[in-house]
Every structure is written in C-alpha cells, then in structure tokens.
C-alpha cells in the first residue's frame, strides 16, 4: 500500500557526512572526519564504526587493523562509549544534543592516511537497519592559493555596474528636480502675466472695467 510504502521510508536510518564528501588536509595536521545520523524511531545499542579503505562489516569487535573507531551508544540520553579506537583517532561527536553527531578528528596526519573513510551505524531498534557515508581525505604537501583572479573581476564589474546604476538615478533625481522648479517657475510667470493682461486690457475684474464719473 501506498501509505505502508511512506512509513518505510519515514523510519529509514540515514548517516551523512555533510554537503561535501571530500576533505583536504595539510600533511602533520589535525583533520575533522564528520559524521551525522537520523533515525525517526529512536535508537537502542546503536554501533557506529568508522573504516579506513574498506566498508567491511565486522561481526566481532575485536580491532582490525582497516577499523579505526569502534564505539556504542545505549539510548538518546547517553554519551556514547569508545569499544576500540586507533590512538591517533579522537571522537569529538555528541548524541545527548541536537544532533546525534559521531564525528572524530584524525590528529597528526600523514601522506599514507589519504583514501576513503567510511562511517556505518547499525540500529537494533530498526531490526537491525545499517546505513554508511563515505569521506576521502586528501593530504597536501602545502595548501594551493585559490586564484581568486577571476573572482576580483566579476566583483569589479559588478560593482562597477552598481556604481552606475546609482548614478544614473541620482542624475535622474537631479533632472527631474530641476524639470519641476522650472514647470513651477513657468507657472508663477503665467500667472503673473494673466494677472497683468487683466489689468491692462480691461478685462473682467480689471481697472479697466471701473465706470467713468457721471458728468456734471
């Protein structure tokens, strides 16, 4: 049915590593692996695993050498509890807050941990339901500057065409303002002038118009 399709779909457990699956480090630093997961039933005994070049699933565990992070959490109210790490491998996630993050920091990195870092989650409350993400980190020798060439143009430009258009209405703005003090200017003439006309040709209202003395 239709409806039993959507609920499916709801209650799915999903892990994610963020907008962007790929991450630069520089060689002999401390790198951010991110992690996330979401579940709408909630989760108990949940496992979460972090692999180096392998998405193997490992039935004991007991530390191989492709497993980096092997950790346990009990339930939403719990911090989560390290079953086995790589020493070089620190987790700096938290699922008692907002977000039921797992992430962890690979320190001191070398040129030979570049590759592909899996993070997987199994949830028995979801029969069992198991869901990963997957990193590749590149090492650097030193950080590339971004040529921002190209960049600096577009916003030159931009700016160039802004700067324009605000000029262009303060021009407008000053060309109308003196287009109406000239129109008002061209009134108070006419009315000046009508009011003289008035006077001197004799129209209604005018001097002109004033009987003669009646003669004696």
């Not at 191989?64 to 509890?81: D, M, S, V």
């Not at 592909?116 to 979801?126: A, D, F, G, I, S």
């Not at 869901?131 to 030159?156: C, P, Q, S, W």
Request: hydrophobic letters at 40%; a positive charge.
């Amino acid at each position: 049915l239709p409806g039993l399709h959507i609920f499916a779909i709801a209650v799915a457990l999903e892990v994610s590593v963020g907008k962007t699956n790929t991450v630069t480090a520089l060689n002999n630093s401390n790198v951010l692996l991110p992690c996330v997961f979401t579940t709408c039933t909630g989760f108990q005994d949940l496992v979460f695993t972090w692999y180096f070049n392998s998405t193997e699933l490992v039935a004991d565990p007991a530390p191989l050498p492709l497993q980096i992070y092997h950790g346990k959490i009990k339930n939403k109210a719990t911090e989560p509890t390290r079953i086995w790490h790589n020493p070089r491998v620190e987790f700096v996630g938290s699922t008692t807050k907002k977000d039921n993050n797992i992430s962890i920091v690979l320190n001191g990195v070398e040129f030979s941990d570049a590759g592909k870092y899996t993070c997987h989650v199994k949830n028995p409350k979801e029969k069992n339901a198991q869901h990963n993400a997957t990193i590749f980190l590149t090492v650097v020798h030193k950080m590339e500057k971004t040529d921002n060439t190209v960049t600096l143009i577009i916003v030159g430009v931009v700016g160039g065409l802004i700067g324009l258009l605000i000029l262009f209405m303060l021009i407008k703005r000053v060309v109308l303002f003196i287009i109406k003090k000239t129109q008002d200017g061209k009134k108070e003439c006419l009315v000046s002038s009508s009011g003289n006309d008035n006077t001197e040709n004799g129209l209604a209202g005018s001097k002109a118009e004033q009987k003669a003395p009646p003669k004696a």
